[in-house]
């Protein structure tokens, strides 16, 4: 016996038609695959979407402690700055008084 796999000219009736592919288990309804297909986007969207969030949470928090690390930096060498800024002041202050030292033990009375 040899069976077709493409369906009998018409007039043959439908029942010979229904037989073919059946040894294979009945096929999804397309509602079935058009819903399978739509619950795996959902699926594909909402890790996206996921992966998404975590990406931009971990790059707020780099931003935040790069951020953080240059205002420690900025604020050291700033500190450094005020620092060498003061001990050139005071080198100066005390030539200053130094000088102030000499001229008022010199005697211009005479």
């Keep these: ?51 998404a969030a975590t990406t931009a949470t971990l790059f707020v928090t ?3 402690s790069v951020q953080g690390m240059t205002q420690l930096a900025f604020q050291q060498a700033m500190q450094r700055l005020q620092a060498e800024a003061k001990a050139r002041i005071d080198e100066q202050t005390k030539s200053l008084d130094a000088i102030n030292q000499a001229l008022s033990s010199v005697d211009v009375t005479a």
């Design 62 to 64: 780099n931003t935040s």
């Design 1 to 51: 016996m040899i069976t077709l796999l493409f369906p009998p000219a018409r007039g043959n009736g439908d029942a010979d038609v229904a037989k073919i592919g059946s040894s294979f288990g009945s096929a999804p309804s397309l509602y079935d695959r058009t819903h399978a297909w739509r619950m795996k986007q959902r699926e594909h969207n909402e890790s996206y979407l996921s992966r």
